[in-house]
Structures are given as C-alpha cells and as structure tokens.
Nanobody, 124 residues
Framework: QVQLVESGGGLVQTGGSLRLSCAAS????????VGWFRQGPGKERDFVAA????????TYGNSVKGRFTISRENAKNSVYLQMNNLTPDDTAIYYC?????????????????WGQGTQVSVSS
C-alpha cells in the first residue's frame, strides 16, 4: 500500500510556471514508476508524463513535450512535475499515480494507486 498526495497547484497567468509535487507515504522507499495525469473540465483524463523507478527513463504526452519536466528524489519519496509556458489548455486537476508492477518502466499505465489531485488553473 502507498498513499499519494499532490501539492503545488494554483492559479497562474498564461506563460507562467508551476511545480507540482507528489509525495508518497506508507513506505520506507519508493523506487517504482510514477505517472502524472490530468483531467480538464468536461474532458477525459489525459496522460501527462511518467518516470521510471530510478528516474532514468521519462515519457511525455505530446501536448506537454518541451514544456513540462518530470523528476524525482527517491530519498524524499517525492516526484515533481515542472510546468513551464502554461496555457489555458493546461487548466485541469493533476493527479499522480503509481504501482509496484513495472519499476523499470515509464509508461502510461495502468496504475493502481492514485492521489486526490491538485487544481491547476491558467488564466488568459
């Protein structure tokens, strides 16, 4: 079992930046893959980015490539999503997710454990 808590969301203007954090609790170590997803108003949940357990492999959704960067600090049981050059299309609730099945991969899922999400709003 693992509990995930996202933080760092907020309101930002177009072109601004935010850094989201995903903290894991309930385990002494967390060398497993993690994904970030988002769901905008009236939209389906979309894949944003993923990172392997040791941070050596990353994958990004097409809409965020070149603007978002996923990273992790396993010593802090934390994964981050640095978001730059934000646009109103990035407005969504952002979720992190993880599981214990494929620690060496960075894929779109499926994932077993999800956080509650953090709201990101980008004004024009």
């Amino acid at each position: 079992q693992v509990q995930l808590v996202e933080s760092g969301g907020g309101l930002v203007q177009t072109g601004g930046s935010l850094r989201l954090s995903c903290a894991a609790s309930g385990r002494t170590s967390w060398p497993y893959r993690v994904g970030w997803f988002r769901q905008g108003p009236g939209k389906e949940r979309d894949f944003v980015a993923a990172i392997s357990g040791n941070g050596g492999i990353t994958t990004y959704g097409n809409s965020v490539k070149g603007r978002f960067t996923i990273s992790r600090e396993n010593a802090k049981n934390s994964v981050y999503l640095q978001m730059n050059n934000l646009t109103p299309d990035d407005t969504a609730i952002y979720y992190c997710a993880t599981d214990f099945r494929a620690p060496t991969m960075a894929t779109k899922g499926p994932y077993d454990y999800w956080g509650q999400g953090t709201q990101v709003s980008v004004s024009s």
